[in-house]
């Protein structure tokens, strides 16, 4: 979940280093960090707090040096605070290191060094890779580094300095992203592309096991057994832009207003409508296999799961197959029972979360051919999947997911009309959807136009201390994501429930201080939900309707009540989620909160 930046080429490092930790403090902001290599040794520089609090520091005492490493931590071992921030060094203080991932035996690692004579510093498990590189042997830093790693069990996305060796930077990688960016006579290291963009477009994706050995003319990537490995370059199709505030205030503001273009990058090239299909031809999943499919299991974490579970609904009506959604975390640790026909589709948003890769892989183990659904090309999943949609929603840097989550819904319903296409699904049903989606971008942009409202709204909540979210069908995962956003970044604590199952338990809290939200579209259980509005009423409590333009007069039942474009049912949940994403950013902002970078939470969770 931490940001790893590096350099080496002919550059002054530390503004190619800082500039890459800016662009990755929304993978962590709790400490950050530099190493450089300054010719006559190893200079470092960290501290607990932000990347410009680091700036400033560099900019009293400035550290001159032509490659070095940087890092931007999220805590998982040790609490955040500048001895525990990365880089780590050995007991010589001639070997840095930079780490994302969990060092899973660093406890006996640790307790075998001690016995050795090594002194540690911190608490974290990553001094633990320093110490081990200290003492392995071998003529150069890259053997000593396969050898350290070969007593290691875990995760790691690593890059190495030493003294003793300028102008070098050994990178390895195993279950956390890292990638080598190419420039001219100098190459730069990331655990996020979006980090380099402005240096480079050319790319190496790691895969698990490489070993990277950097110097200003040159990259070798090496497998375990330091055979060369060819590795692919690759171009980064997005524009820097697209990762910059371009006016807003907030990344957060800025994507959720982008969601009319990033759904239309969704749908861009992929409708059929003389055939009433999609094309998605990286799905890799033929016609004749679509007929063969007898379940889908969807495996994702936080939003992706609330999104897998829109889905179920989706493709088990376009589609006729059922469809189970699991949490990815636990998805893993359960005994998988080898179904003939099953087809597991795995999402998230970097292609990265690490629970949700290790689900894949057991599904993969246990004979289920597997898809992905992400958003970042070149990512482990849709590296290792079988095959995917591919998201095109552009770079997401606010932590609290929003564009990234209505295109997934997008994605699924795409993938919901390919399939149901080969299963039965008509020439007619196929084009109405296909016409319903074309539209879609446009009932967006008009949902955007109640953001006054819901400012005012917010500007009414603002300092309640709990909220309940029900909705029913296909919009119970709604509520689900709107209690998530809102919790998220304005610490408040919310909680999503299906409607119908709030007076099993849930309605002993509601009272005049329980703003209820209600997701209640015009639909089949409308009026379901609105007898759990009356329930809800009738103990006080205060009913917030995300209700449709044109489904009747709310006002003798709700207090307040935000009116969304009418839709087909099936897609209500891209629709109605957007205010409730407006609500949580609207009060966490009035609330003097960090909406971009979230107490305790990353962008992309690479660890267990």
């Known amino acids: 979940m931490c940001g790893i930046v590096g350099y080496v080429g002919a550059r002054h490092a530390v503004p190619i280093l800082l500039e890459g930790l800016e662009r990755l403090e929304y993978r962590g902001y709790d400490s950050a960090g530099v190493a450089v290599q300054n010719g006559a040794g190893l200079v470092v520089a960290k501290l607990a707090g932000r990347v410009q609090g ?40 001639r070997i840095a290191l930079v780490h994302n991932g969990i060092v899973e035996n660093a406890g006996p690692l640790r307790t075998a060094l001690e016995h050795d004579g090594h002194r540690f510093t911190t608490e974290t498990d990553t001094e633990v890779l320093a110490h081990l590189i200290e003492a392995a042997s071998g003529p150069t830093l890259e053997a000593r580094v396969a050898a350290a790693l070969g007593r290691v069990e875990g995760t790691y996305g690593l890059a190495v300095i030493a003294a003793d060796e300028p102008d070098k930077i050994v990178v390895a990688r195993q279950g956390s992203p890292v990638l080598v960016g190419v420039g001219d006579e100098e190459f730069f290291v990331a655990s996020d592309a979006s980090a380099i963009l402005a240096r480079t477009r050319s790319v190496i994706y790691l895969e698990d096991g490489d070993i990277a050995v950097l110097t200003p003319s040159a990259c070798a990537v090496l497998d375990e057994e330091f055979h060369v490995q060819v590795r692919a370059i690759d171009d980064i199709a997005w524009d820097l832009e697209a990762a910059e505030l371009g006016g807003y205030p907030t990344f957060m503001l800025k994507e959720i207003c982008e969601q009319p273009e990033t759904i239309r990058g969704t749908l861009r090239g992929r409708l059929l409508y003389e055939t009433g299909t999609a094309r998605v031809d990286g799905l890799n999943v033929a016609p004749d296999a679509c007929r063969e499919i007898r379940r889908i299991v969807i495996v994702g974490c936080g939003t992706s799961w609330h999104a897998g579970l829109v889905g179920r609904h989706l493709i088990e009506d ?74 095109h929603a552009g770079p997401e840097v606010g932590v609290a997911s929003t564009k990234a989550f209505t295109s997934q819904i997008v994605a699924l319903i795409l993938f919901g009309l390919y399939v149901g296409r080969h299963r039965g699904l008509t020439l007619e ?72 199952e709030m007076k099993h338990g849930p309605i002993a809290l509601i009272d005049q201080d329980m703003p209820v939200v209600f997701v209640a579209p015009k639909d089949e259980v409308y009026a379901k939900v609105l007898s759990n509005m009356q329930e809800v009423k009738a103990r006080g409590g205060r009913i917030i309707a995300v209700a ?45 909160c960090d909406v971009d970078r979230p107490r305790n939470l990353a962008k992309s969770v690479t660890v267990e």
């Open 54 to 93: 680091l700036r400033d520091r560099l900019t009293l005492a400035p550290i001159a040096g032509t490659s070095g490493i940087a890092h931007t931590r999220w805590a998982t071992h040790g609490a955040p605070t500048e001895r525990n921030a990365h880089p780590h060094t050995d007991c010589t203080g």
């Open 318 to 391: 376009l589609a006729g197959i059922p469809v189970g959604v699991e949490y990815a975390s636990e998805y893993r640790y359960r005994r998988h029972i080898d179904v003939p026909g099953t087809l597991t589709v795995a999402i998230s948003q970097s292609g990265e979360t690490a629970d949700t890769l290790e689900a894949m892989r057991s599904a993969r183990a246990a004979g289920s051919p597997v898809v992905g659904i992400v958003n970042v090309v070149g990512s482990t999943i849709a590296r290792e999947a079988h095959g995917g949609i591919y998201l």
């Open 429 to 500: 049903q196929g084009q109405a959807v296909s016409c319903a989606l074309a539209g879609l971008p446009s009932l967006v942009a008009r949902t955007l136009e109640l953001e006054p409202e819901v400012q005012s709204l917010a500007e009414r909540y603002a300092n309640e201390r709990n909220f309940l979210y029900l909705g029913r069908g296909v919009n119970f995962p709604v509520a689900l994501e709107g209690a998530l956003k809102l919790k998220e970044i304005s610490y408040i604590h919310a909680e999503g429930y299906p409607a119908a």
């Open 548 to 592: 449709t333009q044109g489904n009747g007069d709310l006002r003798q039942l709700v207090d307040h009540e935000l009116r969304v474009p009418a839709a087909a049912p099936w897609l209500s949940p891209i629709i109605t989620t957007i205010p409730l994403q407006l609500l949580a950013y609207h009060i966490a902002a009035l609330r003097g």
